[in-house]
Nanobody
Framework: VQLVASGGALVQPGGSLRLSCLAS????????ISWVRQAPGEGLRWLAG????????YYTNSVKGRFTTSTENAGNTVYLQLNNLKSDDTALYYC??????????????????????WGQGTQVTVSS
């Protein structure tokens, strides 16, 4: 199994970024890919999720309307478009995988064991 997140960068408030997650080698299909972030001193917050066939897209309430997730390349690549970024969005962003859906609308912290597979994180820093 391979999950590789990329695309993080330093961006000014109000700016945009697109994160990518390369997903391959799973023993099942479709795979549910979640985007999760960890801000300094905080736990893991679920942001959004999508099946690699492009279905069942959900967002936590705090990012709805600003973040968009999508798939490409028959689900091998999953994107998270981040718009209108704020300083509070500064965090290490991960893509994580499960067979079933993970949906957390209220942004509560989740244990790492919620997810079966993890990619390495990609840093997003929002600062002027």
């Amino acid at each position: 199994v391979q999950l590789v997140a990329s695309g993080g960068a330093l961006v000014q408030p109000g700016g945009s970024l697109r994160l990518s997650c390369l997903a391959s080698g799973f023993p099942y299909s479709p795979v549910y890919i979640s985007w999760v972030r960890q801000a300094p001193g905080e736990g893991l917050r679920w942001l959004a999720g999508i099946y690699t066939d492009g279905t069942k897209i959900y967002y936590t309430n705090s990012v709805k309307g600003r973040f968009t997730t999508s798939t490409e390349n028959a689900g091998n690549t999953v994107y998270l478009q981040l718009n209108n970024l704020k300083s509070d969005d500064t965090a290490l962003y991960y893509c994580a995988a499960t067979r079933g859906m993970v949906v957390n609308l209220g942004s509560q912290f989740l244990p790492k064991s919620t997810f079966e597979y993890w990619g390495q994180g990609t840093q997003v820093t929002v600062s002027s």
